[in-house]
């Protein structure tokens, strides 16, 4: 049965029940269906959370090597120290990403929060009050002014009722309701004759019987989205497993390739074996770059913060600077979300801007004079503060008379008003009767102007439906007014449709794009940033605006809820890219949206403030909710909070987000070529019969200190100033594009060569065949080599006093980690634990000379490569 078509009639009848309500026994039986409650989605377990996390694959390589070094532990082959060690770093990693996961799943929690907790019901002929989950299909609900709607209904009565459906709609304009039977339609804006769960009665009343409780209403259909809607990983989530996925391929070939050559061909027993299967999962997993990837996602945080955008989820730092589609929510965010007058006609003129200065003698104050007068809306001061009330299209009429520097109060000293014809739906006018100072009575009525009581002859028509259609082609809402001054006052009841009047003129109101927004648009194009309007406003309207704002062109088509339900999720995706706005459309709409975008390889965000945005936001790779007109639904659903509601901030986070991005290539860059390095390091000195290099503590030491570190302060590198010139990070891009294969290829190149003379010259030649001489030589070189090649790595661009003058924190960090990786190599204490010995000084000439050379290298690798790409830039 459709609800909308049918009659009261049909309605109580097929939910068997009837104006004077439900009876007891008819309660009772219903309410075994469930309570008018939302349910939450289930959630994993702790144990759960760490058996996901321990199944990645760089964890599980230092699971492995726990497992294998305390083995050897307890059999006596090696000290507690590695596993202790290794097992120290294994927990870390896994506690920071269970923590980052902990701001997870509120939103649900939130959108329950928005359950009415009593309502006004007839059962058993009595008004009584309930609580609101007591609540089942069939009951009568009575609705007042004020009240939230309890559940999902069908008016039976509504008596000049309007209810604010932004949290479902996204529109702010209260929709004016009926009980009349009506076409069936999916849009919720245009079903007239119900009432939803979670909006707002701005006026009027009504009776309601309930269709719907719980998880079956319209907002339980949101909170169903928001339990199905899973998170997708970060782009650098899914580069960093893939990167893991390689480091381990290469880690097990590299142990199978280490193990057959020792044991078979070098004479290690099993233990010996064993040993270097340990040292190498140690040497193949860079385990600070965990550590230091939430180190500098944190650092964007802090930055972020400073600039009005909030990241909840910290993982999605980097994720804003791999933007290349906004999809965002027109009212507040685009727009100034305030109703302003922006035009105004009166006969015979030509249509003018509200910036122009009005004569207080002319006949454009004299239209500003009766607006303001035939309004109900003001400004009130209630503790100290400015309290607005009324609805947005007559606040809009009171801040113009301020512009002109009155006030309807002012005006109301010489025109006090002494009758009314409220505004009535139906008339779609109001009417208001005032004396004047002349002792006459001025009648003024405002409204619709096809319906307001005016006559004019063809030529006044035309001009006034010439204007008419101008204003409604830039979206503007049309109000009208007319006047006229009676001798004596009208007998009865006021009726704004039976006197007629002349016209004042006509006004047109908007919600205006904000001027920075406009900028900004043009910025993330700039940037390959494509911008889409998606809105619950009229089709005409959205397009107006994102012509307006640079996000659409004239001839550029508008997608409705309507034709989208029309199109499959194929022929969706096939066209995704076609559609820039997007008007009338369901929460379901905006994840079809979001997921065809995403089909295209595309990284999307979602702003949105209404609980209807919450499951796009949530199923966006990031999604933002405004943090002054947001719902705390939308808050909790959002990886970012905008402070300020602003467009412009998106944008700015994008930028910041982006920085934060090459800062964290720039780690990857700093640890991996290291790591690739001792690999290969430790296979061909295995290979040339010369033992291991180094043992799995002395590997943690350059992995931990002499890498991470000076790692952790590369994330406060500033931009490399170009980030807004650059197309967007693709999701497919491989981590290694954009030449970091070749540094990374190069850096790793250098240091196994550098490595393996090094150790092989401590050996064999500055020693006995002393391995422990040669291990500190070569612990010292890879480790304070490595740590002033950053300095090539932080910047893109040559080498300059800027480089180093420009990340203190890195330079005084630098500093400290030498100091204590030469003290660990030569205070005797120390350097016995970590199997060190002391040095000759021919042996301290060979390592200061050779801590050097990479950087070196390094450095004219880099500047041939900038030469290269800018011949290569000029010749096309």
């Not at 790591?675 to 350059?702: D, R, Y």
């Amino acid at each position: 049965m459709s609800k909308e078509k049918s009659t009261n009639k049909q309605i109580l009848a097929h939910y068997k029940t009837s104006e004077q309500g439900l009876t007891t026994e008819q309660v009772t039986k219903r309410k075994q269906n469930g309570l008018n409650e939302l349910q939450e989605g289930k959630k994993d377990n702790i144990f759960k959370q760490v058996a996901l996390h321990l199944s990645d694959v760089a964890s599980l390589v230092l699971l492995f090597a726990v497992i294998l070094s305390t083995y050897l532990a307890a059999t006596g082959s090696e000290k507690w120290s590695q596993p202790l060690i290794i097992g120290s770093i294994l927990i870390l990693n896994v506690s920071i990403s269970i923590y980052q996961e902990k701001s997870a799943e509120k939103a649900l929690a939130a959108l329950k929060d928005m359950n009415v907790r009593e309502s006004t019901v007839i059962r058993n002929g009595i008004r009584q009050t309930i609580e609101s989950k007591d609540l089942v299909v069939g009951d009568i609900v009575i609705l007042s002014a004020g009240d939230q709607v309890p559940a999902d209904g069908r008016l039976l009565t509504a008596n000049n009722l309007t209810i604010n459906e932004s949290i479902l709609t996204g529109e702010s304009e209260p929709v004016e309701k009926n009980s009349a039977e009506q076409e069936l339609t999916k849009e919720l804006s245009q079903r007239f004759n119900e009432a939803f769960s979670g909006t707002g009665v701005v006026s009027g009343n009504a009776l309601m019987v309930v269709t719907a409780i719980g998880m079956d209403t319209e907002l339980g259909s949101i909170a169903g989205l928001l339990n199905e809607t899973e998170k997708k990983k970060t782009p650098l989530q899914e580069k960093l497993d893939s990167l893991s996925k390689s480091l381990t391929s290469v880690a097990l070939i590299g142990g199978v390739l280490i193990f057959i050559i020792g044991f078979f061909f070098r004479g290690f027993d099993l233990s010996s074996g064993l040993i270097m299967g340990v040292s190498l999962a140690v040497a193949a997993v860079p385990e600070t770059l965990p550590i230091i990837v939430t180190i500098s996602l944190s650092y964007g945080v802090i930055k972020m913060s400073k600039k009005n955008a909030i990241m909840r989820r910290v993982n999605s730092v980097e994720t804003v600077g791999s933007i290349d589609v906004i999809a965002s929510d027109k009212t507040g965010t685009l727009t100034q979300n305030q109703m302003t007058v922006t035009k105004y006609w009166v006969p015979q003129n030509a249509p003018a801007e509200t910036s122009t200065i009005i004569s207080k003698d002319s006949k454009e104050f004299q239209l500003m004079r009766f607006m303001g007068l035939a309004t109900d809306a003001q400004v009130k001061e209630v503790d100290g503060q400015k309290v607005e009330l009324g609805d947005s299209t007559e606040l809009a009429i009171i801040h113009w008379l301020q512009k002109a520097e009155t006030t309807r109060a002012e005006l109301e000293k010489d025109y006090p008003r002494i009758d009314e014809d409220p505004f009535d739906s139906n008339k779609k006018l109001m009417a208001t009767l005032h004396k004047t100072p002349y002792g006459k009575y001025l009648l003024i009525v405002k409204g619709a102007i096809d319906r307001l009581p005016v006559q004019l002859s063809d030529n006044e028509n035309k001009q006034v439906q010439s204007v008419n259609k101008q204003f409604a082609r830039e979206a503007l809402r049309v109000l009208a007014v007319g006047y006229t001054l009676l001798d004596e006052k009208p007998t009865g009841p006021l009726d704004a449709t039976k006197i007629p009047v002349k016209l004042a003129g006509l006004i047109g109101i908007i919600d205006p794009p904000r001027p920075a927004a406009i900028s900004a648009i043009e910025k993330a194009k700039n940037a390959g940033i494509t911008t889409l309007m998606i809105t619950g406003d009229h089709p005409e309207t959205a397009k107006a605006i994102a012509v307006q704002m640079g996000i659409a062109e004239k001839n550029d088509q508008v997608m409705t809820g309507t034709h989208l339900n029309d199109l499959s999720d194929e022929e969706l995706q096939q066209n995704i890219k076609n559609i820039k706005v997007y008007a009338r459309v369901s929460p379901k709409d905006k994840i079809r949206i979001v997921k065809a975008w995403q089909a295209n390889g595309s990284t999307i965000a979602m702003t949105g403030d209404g609980v209807n945005d919450a499951p796009a936001i949530k199923a966006a790779d990031v999604g933002i909710a405004m943090g002054i007109t947001g719902t705390d639904v939308s808050k909790q659903a959002a990886d970012m909070i905008l402070t300020d509601d602003n467009f412009e901030t998106i944008v700015t986070a994008v930028e910041e987000g982006r920085t934060i991005y090459q800062n964290i290539l720039k780690a990857v860059e700093f640890l991996i070529g290291v790591n690739f390095a001792q690999l290969f390091m430790m296979i061909f000195a295995v290979a040339m019969g010369w033992g291991s290099p180094l043992l799995a503590e002395q590997l943690l030491l350059i992995n931990v200190l002499a890498d991470g570190i000076p790692g952790f302060y590369i994330c406060r590198e500033p931009s490399e100033g170009n980030n807004m010139k650059k197309a967007p990070i693709n999701r497919q891009t491989s981590i290694f594009a954009d030449g970091l294969a070749q540094r990374v290829s190069f850096r790793a190149v250098v240091f196994t060569i550098l490595t393996l003379m090094i150790f092989g010259l401590g050996q064999f030649v500055l020693s006995n065949s002393d391995i422990h001489f040669a291990r500190t030589m070569l612990f010292l070189v890879l480790a304070l080599g490595s740590m002033i090649d950053i300095y090539v790595i932080k910047s893109r661009q040559p080498l300059s006093l800027q480089t180093f003058a420009n990340n203190t924190a890195l330079n005084f960090s630098l500093g400290l980690t030498m100091l204590v990786v030469v003290s660990i190599a030569t205070i005797p204490g120390l350097r016995g634990v970590f199997g060190f010995t002391a040095l000759s000084d021919l042996a301290w000439v060979f390592v200061i000379i050779s801590v050097f050379i990479p950087a070196i290298l390094l450095e004219i690798n880099k500047r041939w490569t900038l030469r290269r790409e800018t011949e290569l830039a000029l010749s096309e």
